[in-house]
């Protein structure tokens, strides 16, 4: 059994201070509540599978800037992130655009995470059936993610407003799905080959805390 990757306890510290910062004085407490129990689902499973399966730098700092994105999202509600605000300005746009950030990061780093796990458990060949599963699995959770917004609104009604941050968007399911989209293009694109000697790494036995180098 390997050793813990040295990369978990300070990220853990660094999210357990965020949540409680959040926590203290949240636009609204449910919200908050949907928003962030994602992370508090996923911290626990890092340290139960750390040993057995850890993970490379690049998805775990992954899951770090994923949660922290969430996190803030919760504490505001995404319509209400002053830095979606400070966007609109730059970019001249209607509505705040923090919500399409976070969905961003939903097609991002499920896609390292699906990807890692395809290569690491040889469940596949070829990197271009890697590639088109890692699109299906991101799609699949973007979409499966939509659905829950979906059946908030019918339990909560208006109560589910501050959740979906639709902002009077006809198109945002769409969008959200299409901004998941360009986060897995990114992975694949962007961070595969840091992800492949990171992954290379694991298998000769190294530790998964340092960056190889070249990242």
Known sequence: MSARPPLLLPITLALVVALAASAIAPYDRLTWLMEVLPVMLVLPALWLTARRFPLTTLLYLGILAHALVLILGGAYTYARVP?????????????????????????????????????????VNGARMTAFLVVCVVLAISASYELIEWWAALAMGQGADEFLGTQGDQWDTQSDMFCALLGAATTLIVLSPAHDRQIEALADGRR????????
Do not use: C, S, T
Request: no cysteine; net charge positive.
């Open 83 to 123: 830095l979606g605000f400070q966007l609109a300005d730059w970019l001249d746009l209607a509505r705040n655009p923090y919500d399409k950030i976070g969905h961003f990061f939903q097609g991002l780093v499920p896609a390292v995470a699906a990807r890692e796990i395809l290569i690491r458990g040889h469940y």
């Open 208 to 215: 998964p805390g340092r960056v190889p180098q070249g990242f």
